[in-house]
């Protein structure tokens, strides 16, 4: 059982920076990619950014050159880095992880419960 704990959301001027981090604890064998993805209000949920186990990134168009995906593989935790934030990126945050449970599983995504971001024009 996995559970993923995300943390740093809140309100935040316009231009201002935020950071999300999101820690998995339990039990598994290993984590492989892990992504950020947000939804905003009565909108869907939309891709923000992923990493791999190797380091590797890539962001939705909207957030290049403003968010930071990373992560620290001795803690489980995955962050974002949100600078120069706009009222657009008004979401709740949700982190998500590709774990296999034992070396015989696949991997399998999971969920966090997500966190609030609010940027004030």
């Known amino acids: 059982q996995v559970q993923l704990v995300e943390s740093g959301g809140g309100l935040v001027q316009a231009g201002g920076s935020l950071r999300l981090s999101c820690a998995a604890s339990?039990?598994?064998?290993?984590?492989?990619?892990m992504a950020w993805y947000r939804q905003a209000l009565g909108k869907q949920r939309d891709f923000v950014a992923i990493?791999?186990?190797?380091?590797?990134?890539n962001y939705a168009d909207a957030v290049k050159g403003r968010f930071t995906i990373s992560r620290d593989n001795a803690k489980n935790t995955v962050y974002l880095q949100m600078n120069s934030l706009k009222p657009e990126d008004t979401a709740v945050y949700y982190c998500?992880?590709?774990?296999?449970?034992?070396?015989?599983?696949?991997?399998?995504?999971?969920w966090g419960e997500g966190t609030q971001v609010t940027v004030s024009s």
């Open positions: 998500k992880t590709d774990i296999r449970a034992t070396r015989w599983d696949f991997n399998v995504g999971y």
């Open positions: 990493i791999t186990s190797s380091g590797t990134t």
């Open positions: 339990g039990s598994f064998f290993s984590i492989n990619d």
